[in-house]
């Protein structure tokens, strides 16, 4: 009797362990928590494991929206969208991806709303048509009455298609027919469950993911959630899985926000920079940095490098950018020729950067290029006063388009601030072209702004970038590259200790060895150096001092082809990073001193970087025809010194 009474019990544990037991685990991979990027996108990759093969739904809040709905890599499933204020809605615009001429986006879907973004309505069922709409390119889902609105869930239930449900945009019509364009609040996406697990994950099903976020100024708080899809035991609660990941995005490089005088930035993953708020100019704004896949690193770049161990290959590489604020393209039908509508879009918000408009009769028009489509959610017009006088508009129209021929008329602006008028986008569009008709301005006949600002919706200004690939720093920055043990087995490192940092080379075409300390119990190699380029970490064949030049021969002859020429020298018998009083020197064939480059400046890194552009001290350019350069690197009581030949050229 006992053993009949032990035997039903585990019978009845083993009919209930669908409830007591889990059956989903989510992981995230990358990045790691808590860290300070300069990129506002993110992405996000984890694992779900689960008990049994199906589909999981893995759902991300998404602060500053979605960069590319097209992007998404899995099978949208539902998104909640905020309209950013309470909106009379009749319609729906459903853009779909299409796919060899068949639309890939939904045939039913489930909308519900709310004006809090809590207390949603309960969800109804719609039907989509698979047929575009040619006045709005999109399929257009009616409501059955007029609904006001703040927040709107979606859930896609069903596609037209077998495969993924993919979508382009998500717009609403309200009841004057205009388009509003929402922000994605959050998105839910189904990744099929069935690949087997690694040794290493209890599993025994495994389904990777990857969702790319846009993130908000300051702290992002990203939570994510995976569930079944549906659930084997209906009777049974859906057991959902949580993780917290928490960031702060810095919209730009403000030298008052630096902490103790240094920006830390890092991805989450392996790379992480510590560089000074003054090492760069101040229209510098931004230093994002993106993991590159090294099988996506050609071969030939790196093979027969004699700096680099024969058969092997990059553990990890990175792509640095730096961000030079710019100016957006203006266009006007009326400009002083000293004052063009460019000046209106270069973000300097005081004369003497202002436009002013010819002695002409309203309407002017000018319109702004934000290079590319760019959701609004407001925009400053900076208007020139000079004493007591405002030279502001005062009635204004203004008008959207995508190619700078078909314009959509947004909202009418019928007075403005004396100099800084602040303006609200309820409809938030999205477009690449901003126009503003002016029809009257407070001073007849003579219209000055200094400046037209625009921010997207998460509050951030959308500004004009020129990206640098290179950027020589006035003082080093600490850069650290850490690496898995999986990466060396994949890149055949045989010599853990030889890992060092490499940097491409662009005009030379080729990895240059700039050294680093390594630190094998964190797996992170790191190194001071006083420029951003791309890096990589490969294993680094025995050598002495290097020393590079980027063009030689170079041409100085103001062409734009070579005209500077970049040194790079690496001290890598300095096995630790310490102080070091380079020289580096210019002569003629007779031996006269011509330039001097570095004198005895003090670097902390044992890699630096320095420029030539072919004058002498005098500021005067040098002849055609070959130079010796010499570096002398002094570190204590070593003297370390290497010669060569700089050719100048035609």
């Not at 918000?349 to 002017?364: K, R």
């Amino acid at each position: 009797m006992r053993f009949y009474l032990s035997f039903l019990s585990i019978l009845l544990l083993l009919l209930r362990a669908d409830e007591l037991v889990a059956r989903i685990d989510l992981s995230i991979i990358k990045p790691t928590t808590d860290f300070t990027t300069n990129n506002q996108t993110v992405q996000i990759e984890g694992i779900v494991q689960s008990s049994v093969q199906g589909e999981v739904i893995v759902s991300i809040n998404t602060p500053g929206g979605i960069p590319n709905l097209t992007e998404l890599r899995h099978s949208i499933y539902g998104v909640v969208v905020d309209l950013g204020s309470v909106q009379s809605l009749n319609r729906l615009l459903i853009r779909p991806v299409a796919d060899g001429g068949f639309p890939r986006g939904p045939r039913l879907i489930r909308i519900a709303f709310a004006g809090n973004g809590s207390d949603f309505s309960e969800g109804e069922p719609l039907n989509v048509p698979s047929g575009i709409n040619p006045n709005f390119r999109s399929a257009v889902v009616d409501f059955p009455a007029v609904t006001s609105a703040r927040f709107i869930q979606i859930e896609m239930i069903e596609g037209w298609q077998i495969g993924p449900i993919a979508i382009e945009s998500i717009q609403f019509i309200d009841t004057n027919d205009q388009a509003i364009q929402g922000q994605a609040q959050s998105v839910a996406v189904r990744v099929p469950v069935t690949d087997a697990c690694p040794p290493n994950l209890a599993g025994p099903y495994c389904a990777p993911f990857s969702i790319e976020v846009t993130l908000k100024a300051g702290e992002n708080r990203l939570s994510l959630a995976a569930r079944e899809l549906v659930p084997p035991n209906p009777d049974a609660p859906n057991i959902v899985d949580r993780e917290t990941l928490i960031l702060f995005y810095l919209a730009a490089l403000q030298p008052e926000t630096a902490a103790d005088g240094v920006f830390t930035l890092s991805d989450g993953d392996r790379a992480t920079i510590v560089i000074p708020a003054d090492a760069f100019d101040g229209q510098i704004k931004k230093l994002q940095f993106f993991r590159v896949p090294p099988e996506n690193v050609a071969p030939l770049s790196y093979r027969g490098n004699n700096r680099i161990v024969r058969g092997t290959g990059p553990v990890v590489v990175y792509r640095f950018e730096a961000l030079r604020q710019g100016t957006f393209a203006a266009e006007a039908t009326s400009a002083l020729p000293d004052q063009p509508p460019t000046f209106v879009a270069d973000g300097i918000l005081e004369p003497p950067s202002t436009w002013v408009a010819g002695l002409v009769p309203l309407p002017i028009s000018l319109t702004i290029d934000l290079e590319g489509r760019h959701t609004v959610s407001r925009m400053m017009v900076h208007a020139n006063v000079e004493g007591d006088t405002s030279f502001a508009p005062q009635r204004a129209t203004l008008l959207t388009s995508n190619d700078n021929e078909n314009f959509t008329t947004v909202l009418e602006i019928t007075a403005f601030d004396d100099r800084v008028t602040s303006i609200d986008l309820p409809t938030r569009p999205s477009a690449r072209y901003f126009r503003l008709e002016i029809t009257e301005s407070k001073q007849v006949n003579n219209l000055q702004l200094n400046e037209v600002e625009f921010f997207d919706v998460s509050g951030v200004k959308i500004v004009a970038f020129d990206a640098l690939d290179y950027l020589i720093l006035e003082r080093p920055a600490l850069l650290e590259l850490g690496y898995h043990t999986s990466d060396l087995t994949v890149a055949n490192i045989r010599r853990e200790a030889d890992l060092r940092i490499f940097a491409w080379d662009a005009p030379a075409q080729e990895w240059q060895l700039v050294g680093g300390e390594i630190d094998l119990n964190r797996q992170v190699v790191r190194l001071e150096l006083n420029f951003i380029s791309q890096v990589a970490l490969f294993q680094a064949a025995a050598s002495q001092i290097q020393a590079a030049w980027s063009f030689n021969p170079f041409s100085p002859d103001g062409n734009g082809i070579a005209d500077r020429t970049r040194l790079t020298i690496v001290n890598t018998n300095v096995s630790h990073i310490g102080g070091t009083e380079p020289v580096v020197e210019i002569f003629d064939l007779h031996n006269k001193l011509i330039r001097t480059l570095v004198n005895r400046t003090v670097v902390s890194s044992n890699a630096m970087s320095v420029e030539w552009d072919g004058r002498d001290e005098a500021g005067e350019i040098v002849r055609i025809g070959p130079y010796i350069y010499q570096i002398r690197l002094q570190s204590g009581d070593q003297v370390e010194v290497r010669n060569g030949v700089i050719v100048v050229g035609k």
